[in-house]
């Protein structure tokens, strides 16, 4: 994958490998993260949703996202996101602007928010590949 943003087509440091103390290059392993969320109050999640997309898309480590309906039940929404690592993921969990939006979101809910991070792996050739 490559190193510039894939929205703004600014160059960013590459997030994949990172020097350590010792000067060793360490690769860092993409991320998927689901969030499950439960409301009465579809239609004002998805419009506070759409904002999280907007500030998420400047962020940097986020690589896309997908919102999820589930065809049974519509109050059970997920959304799923990949990051390019873990750090990245967490820097975001940390800055303000997902703590306001995410807030947010919490007053249309139902149940608290069920977050849970996956190493991302790819299947390929009956053998399991990571991404770096």
Same mark, same amino acid.
């Not at 239609?43 to 480590?61: Q, S, T, Y």
């Not at 807030?103 to 770096?132: C, D, G, H, Q």
């Given at each position: 994958?490559t190193?510039e943003?894939?929205?703004?087509g600014e =160059?960013?440091v590459?997030?994949?490998?990172?020097d350590?103390?010792?000067? %060793? =290059?360490v690769?860092?392993?993409?991320?998927?993260?689901?969030?499950?969320?439960?409301t009465d109050?579809?239609?004002g999640?998805? %419009?506070?949703l759409?904002e999280?997309?907007d500030?998420?898309? =400047?962020f940097?480590?986020?690589v896309t996202s997908?919102?999820?309906? $589930?065809?049974?039940?519509?109050?059970?929404?997920?959304?799923?996101s990949?990051w390019q $690592?873990?750090?990245?993921?967490?820097?975001?969990? @940390?800055?303000?602007?997902?703590k306001?939006?995410?807030a947010?979101v =919490?007053?249309?809910?139902?149940?608290p928010? @069920?977050i849970?991070v996956?190493?991302?792996?790819v299947? @390929?050739? @009956?053998?399991?590949?990571?991404?770096?």
């Amino acid at each position: 994958m490559t190193t510039e943003a894939r929205y703004s087509g600014e =160059k960013k440091v590459d997030v994949f490998t990172s020097d350590t103390a010792a000067g %060793n =290059k360490v690769q860092r392993q993409m991320v998927r993260v689901v969030i499950q969320h439960s409301t009465d109050d579809v239609e004002g999640l998805l %419009n506070i949703l759409k904002e999280v997309r907007d500030a998420i898309f =400047k962020f940097p480590g986020y690589v896309t996202s997908e919102h999820l309906l $589930n065809v049974k039940d519509p109050a059970n929404l997920l959304v799923i996101s990949t990051w390019q $690592n873990i750090e990245r993921w967490d820097a975001w969990t @940390k800055s303000e602007v997902c703590k306001k939006l995410t807030a947010r979101v =919490k007053t249309r809910l139902t149940k608290p928010l @069920k977050i849970s991070v996956y190493n991302y792996f790819v299947i @390929k050739e @009956k053998r399991v590949w990571s991404t770096f």
